[in-house]
């Protein structure tokens, strides 16, 4: 054992560990960590009181609900239709298949503002797409779960698809000589192996989700108590020179977000113990 770590130490393509973890931590600490202490450190500066009165005004929950709640269910359909996208891409071979493998990444290279306007452009009332709807989307809490479902969609597909090119075709071709029909191979063989990505790709959509402005305040109309999003009353706040109310509101967020991904990456490691059992 000590000659096969000197030699792994020995051979190793990195520099040594205790200059490759320092360097690790000093990265971290100054792109995530420190910004991240600023924002609780000028929160710190408020009495309980008047922090409690900043993160809870009607206006800020209903920010609260549409942020969270939007982002969620845009996550779940971005899980679901995900699948069947990373799975049409790895399974079936078609006509201008690496097209449309590049058009998965476009939220991606797209500039956030550039998606808002398009978005607008095709869902508002005039649009080619909104004007053949009979709802509403453009300006309403529709245009923002529109939003928000395109930007997360990559996360997804792209968490699924290395998954979907390892999985091994045997294993279905003998859950079938064993009789297993075309859904009992997918829920009891191949779904089970794929839940942890796609657990990992739900947090991903919803992670991005809540972070994201630049898409939604173009479609979202920003009406406060119906369409304001999270992300923009923290602008609204810090133009208005309400730098400790915007933090506030910035820590609440963040807290959140943490607190709900510890919990799905708890989910994804049971989920993974229990295959492993």
């Known amino acids: 054992m000590f000659l096969s770590?000197?030699?792994?130490?020995?051979?190793?393509?990195?520099?040594?560990?205790?200059?490759?973890?320092?360097?690790?931590?000093?990265?971290?600490?100054?792109?995530?960590?420190?910004?991240?202490?600023?924002a609780f450190l000028k929160t710190a500066?408020?009495?309980?009181?008047?922090?409690?009165?900043?993160?809870?005004?009607?206006?800020?929950?209903?920010?609260?609900?549409?942020?969270?709640?939007?982002?969620?269910?845009a996550a779940l359909l971005n899980a679901f239709f995900g699948l069947i996208v990373a799975w049409v891409l790895v399974r079936y071979e078609f006509p201008f298949k690496r097209l449309v493998d590049a058009l998965v990444d476009l939220p991606f290279a797209l500039p956030t503002?550039?998606?808002?306007?398009?978005?607008?452009?095709?869902?508002?009332?005039?649009?080619?797409i909104g004007q053949a709807l009979p709802f509403k989307v453009s300006y309403t809490p529709t245009g923002v779960f529109v939003a928000l479902t395109f930007i997360g969609l990559p996360f997804v597909?792209?968490?699924?698809?290395?998954?979907?090119?390892?999985?091994n075709h045997e294993v279905e071709e003998a859950a079938a000589t064993l009789g297993a029909n075309r859904w009992q191979t997918f829920t009891k063989v191949i779904f089970p192996v794929l839940t942890p990505a796609l657990i990992t790709g739900f947090?991903?959509?919803?992670?991005?989700?809540?972070?994201?402005?630049?898409?939604?305040?173009?479609?979202?109309?920003?009406?406060?108590?119906?369409?304001?999003?999270?992300?923009?009353?923290?602008?609204?706040?810090?133009?208005?020179?309400?730098?400790?109310?915007?933090?506030?509101?910035?820590?609440?967020?963040?807290v959140s977000a943490f607190s709900l991904l510890l919990a799905i990456n708890g989910l994804q490691a049971w989920t993974r113990a229990r295959q492993g059992r």
Do not use: C
């Open 203 to 254: 947090a991903l959509a919803f992670a991005r989700a809540l972070g994201e402005y630049g898409s939604v305040i173009f479609i979202a109309g920003n009406m406060p108590m119906v369409s304001e999003i999270t992300p923009l009353l923290i602008i609204t706040k810090l133009e208005q020179y309400d730098y400790q109310g915007a933090t506030a509101i910035a820590v609440v967020m963040l």
């Open 157 to 167: 597909v792209r968490t699924l698809q290395p998954v979907l090119e390892d999985l």
């Open 45 to 73: 500066t408020m009495t309980w009181p008047a922090f409690v009165e900043a993160v809870s005004s009607p206006r800020v929950m209903a920010s609260y609900r549409l942020t969270f709640g939007t982002s969620a269910v």
């Open 5 to 38: 770590r000197t030699l792994l130490k020995r051979h190793s393509v990195l520099p040594g560990f205790d200059l490759a973890l320092g360097f690790t931590l000093l990265y971290l600490g100054f792109i995530v960590l420190i910004p991240l202490s600023a």
């Open 113 to 128: 503002a550039v998606a808002g306007i398009a978005l607008t452009a095709l869902y508002s009332q005039n649009g080619w």
